[in-house]
């Protein structure tokens, strides 16, 4: 196990899962400067490094993210500039090329939340409370909410949940679709540590492939959604991963995928 740590963000890489907490837990994990700046460093690192098969972010001491600090030193950036360099997150984040999974224990709010659903899964305990705040902040929708919001839960929903900022519960959160399990708080630290290794055993480039499809295809045509199929398909053809699949299949034991490029 390796793990590296600093004031705001801990990062730990143990066997192929790399896992991300925002360690501001006096201030409900809300990310300052310095912590927004380990977040984007730590997104880069599970991108670039190929022993990194699954990313998991969660938050020190139980909550997982309270949003932007606006109570600190914004520094000397002009504000949007300072939103493009939040942006540059949440878009390494969107198109990281391995699974990520958000562990949400306690408050989930404004970009927060919206860290949390840029994941691609969400497991938060019973206690999970979330909500899009901006608008009690005097905000409009950051970090994403306004794409991620509507693909998820349609825009009706969406309305309500920007327009009003209500704070709402994990079993609702679970019947809007935003998130993919619920587990105690004695049980989802065993259960997001199964789910990512089983993520971190997938073929890679399948699954990456299957990812950004399903990110993207909100703005194709049937058709350009067959075809970007078909491209996918003969790339995974050409890895060790469709071979190892089928002769796992044919000798009834697991495959160990790799993600190695062959030719055939």
């Not at 693909?151 to 809007?176: N, T």
């Not at 299957?210 to 045509?221: A, D, I, R």
Request: with cysteine.
């Amino acid at each position: 196990m390796s793990t590296v740590d600093s004031d705001a963000i801990r990062v730990a890489h143990e066997g192929p899962v790399l896992t991300v907490t925002i360690n501001r837990p006096k201030r409900k994990n809300a990310l300052d400067l310095a912590a927004w700046r380990g977040l984007h460093e730590a997104i880069g690192k599970a991108a670039a490094d190929d022993d990194v098969r699954c990313l998991v972010i969660t938050g020190a001491e139980g909550d997982f993210c309270a949003g932007a600090d606006l109570s600190g030193d914004r520094g000397p950036q002009h504000p949007l500039n300072r939103m493009h360099g939040i942006n540059e997150i949440a878009l390494a984040l969107h198109e990281l090329p391995k699974p990520s999974v958000a562990k949400v224990r306690g408050v989930a709010v404004g970009a927060g939340w919206n860290l949390a659903l840029g994941c691609d899964l969400v497991v938060c305990t019973p206690d999970a409370r979330f909500s899009q705040i901006f608008g009690k902040r005097g905000l409009s929708l950051d970090f994403g909410g306004s794409w991620l919001l509507q693909r998820i839960v349609g825009l009706q929903q969406a309305k309500r949940l920007a327009l009003l900022a209500e704070i709402i519960g994990a079993d609702e959160a679970r019947e809007l679709g935003m998130v993919t399990a619920v587990r105690e708080d004695s049980e989802i630290d065993e259960y997001v540590a199964d789910l990512a290794a089983r993520l971190a055993q997938g073929p890679p480039i399948a699954l990456a492939q299957s990812k950004q499809m399903l990110n993207t295809v909100g703005s194709q045509s049937f058709r350009e959604a067959l075809e970007s199929e078909a491209r996918a398909q003969t790339i995974n053809f050409a890895t060790a991963d469709s071979q190892a699949a089928k002769e796992a299949f044919i000798n009834k034991t697991e495959p160990e995928f790799t993600g190695d490029w062959v030719l055939r």
